[in-house]
């Protein structure tokens, strides 16, 4: 059964991320290139609210609520509530770039903040039945979600129609999944209750959303500082050498999603060092899987994938494999972090990670090498990774003293 959920979750978070990438790739073939910057900038502003939402809601019921029978009615409802409380900045950010875009522009802005509400409170449903041990629930919202919104809006381009009616249809399936999930979940958001639950669990909810805010700013901020050393071509060839190991992002966070609440409901017992085990060879052999094939991608296949940005990017792969193989410990040691509500490491290991990466990449990129810039972002995850290692070895060794003093005393 265990075991049937996670292929689910896996499932789940990889219908979602296709989904996604269709309503993009559409976007950009509809669009011409100045009304597709708008909408990359709106969507990165939804992305970032999104993924905030994730780390304030989502990641605290995986933490709190994953055991069975922590959910209940009124924490469903308040939950949903919570939701809808970062939906109201996520709307109100994007309504902000619609009063400073003029025309066409403004109107596709408004769109997206007309969206974000529907998109957040379906995401935050997903996160609700996986904890209920549910995630086949989670996989038919989503596939609905897809199986409306992908054929529309592929017609709709294929008839020549412009982006702001295509994205309503992406916006139509979005609403329909909503819809679908709160008559599965048999709840409606209850915002004042939302309130007073972020509250009961600020100790999670504010941390996790810190560690997100420090991660993603230190992140977009280098890539803005190595435009000056660097140039606008050499950091297109990182994130172009970043965009052939993007599955591993899917994947890596498709595992903590699944594993924390089969970790949660195994707590103290055989059970969780079995799940970790094997949540530490999936991902590994995925990393090291996809890693080879990048590594062995015959020219042709890079340049029909990333164009003339190919060249740039091609010696960018041997540091962003090792990149990604120094992100299997990561992962893991955070999805065991979170499991066992050790929030003092997973904070120290992420905040390092930040720090890491703000600096490491900008020290590298002073020699004017891109290819030394990106051993600066594999040298930031492994000593994140080494940091929590070792940060987790004190803490099992201190308990191990304050146990052993705790015995000789009661002697």
């Known amino acids: 059964m265990g075991a049937l959920r996670r292929f689910a979750t896996f499932a789940d978070q990889g219908v979602s991320s296709v989904s996604n990438f269709v309503a993009v790739a559409v976007a950009a073939n509809v669009a011409g290139t100045g009304e597709f910057g708008q909408f990359s900038l709106a969507y990165a502003g939804l992305l970032l609210f999104l993924g905030a939402q994730r780390a304030f809601v989502g990641e605290t019921l995986l933490v709190r609520y994953s055991r069975t029978g922590a959910l209940n009615a009124q924490v469903i409802a308040a939950s949903l509530g919570g939701s809808v409380l970062v939906a109201v900045p996520a709307a109100l950010f994007l309504l902000g770039g619609a009063g400073l875009a003029e025309g066409q522009d403004a109107l596709l802005w408004m769109i997206m903040a007309l969206a974000a509400p529907f998109i957040l409170l379906q995401d935050s ?89 420090a991660l993603n700013a230190s992140s977009f ?44 409901r195994s707590r103290g017992t055989a059970a969780f060092r079995r799940r970790m085990l094997e949540a530490s060879a999936v991902v590994c052999v995925l990393a090291v899987a996809w890693g080879a094939a990048v590594l062995l991608l015959p020219d042709a296949a890079g340049e029909f994938v990333l164009g003339d940005t190919w060249s740039n990017a091609t010696e960018l792969r041997w540091p962003y494999a090792v990149h990604y193989l120094a992100m299997v410990p990561y992962t893991i040691m955070l999805a065991y972090f979170r499991a066992s509500e ?57 308990r191990a003293e304050a146990a052993t003093a705790q015995q000789v005393s009661s002697r």
Do not use: H
């Open 125 to 213: 449903l997903r996160y609700l039945f996986i904890c209920q041990g549910l995630p086949a629930r989670a996989l038919a919202i989503d596939g609905l979600w897809a199986g409306l919104s992908i054929p529309a809006m592929l017609l709709a381009a294929n008839a020549g129609w412009s982006l702001v009616p295509v994205l309503l249809w992406w916006i139509a399936g979005a609403v329909a999944a909503l819809v679908v999930g709160l008559i599965l979940a048999r709840s409606v958001p209850a915002v004042i209750a939302g309130a007073r639950w972020l509250w009961l669990n600020r100790d999670c909810a504010f941390r996790y959303l810190a560690e997100f805010a």
């Open 221 to 264: 901020a280098v890539l803005y500082l190595l435009v000056f050393p660097l140039g606008a071509a050499g950091v297109g060839a990182l994130r172009a050498a970043q965009l052939l190991f993007s599955p591993l992002n899917t994947v890596f966070g498709a595992v903590k999603t699944a594993i924390i609440p089969e970790l949660v």
């Open 342 to 398: 050790a929030n003092r490491l997973s904070t120290l290991m992420r905040a390092v990670l930040a720090g890491l990466t703000l600096v490491l990449p900008l020290c590298f990129a002073l020699t004017e090498s891109v290819a030394a810039t990106a051993w600066g972002f594999a040298g930031a995850v492994a000593l994140a990774s080494v940091c929590g290692l070792l940060s987790l070895v004190v803490r099992r060794r201190s």
